[in-house]
C-alpha cells in the first residue's frame, strides 16, 4: 500500500502517531527533503526521520507555518 506524501512546510507544527518521550507530541519542522528535521517543542530534541517514515506516522497539522512567495511559486 503506498503512503501519500504530505505536503509540509519548514515551520509546521504537525502531530505525529506516538508522542516523544518527554510527554509532548507536537513537533516543529525543520529541515525538508528526502529526510524530514523534527523539533520536539516540549524538550527542543531534534530528530530525522525518512521521509517514509514521517509520511507514515503523520496524523496531523497543529499549526501551518505562513506562506511564503516560495511555496506558492510566485515571483515578487
Known amino acids: 500500500m503506498a503512503v501519500p506524501v504530505t505536503p509540509v ?30 523539533m520536539c517543542v516540549g524538550c527542543q530534541r531534534k530528530v530525522r526521520l525518512e521521509r517514509y517514515e514521517f509520511d507514515r506516522r503523520f496524523r496531523g497539522w497543529i499549526h501551518r507555518a505562513t506562506e511564503t512567495a516560495e511555496d506558492t511559486g510566485v515571483e515578487g
Open 9 to 38: 512546510r519548514i515551520g509546521d507544527v504537525v502531530r505525529l502517531k506516538k508522542p516523544h518521550p518527554c510527554g509532548v507530541n507536537e513537533w516543529q519542522v525543520t529541515k525538508l527533503g528526502m529526510d524530514i528535521g523534527l
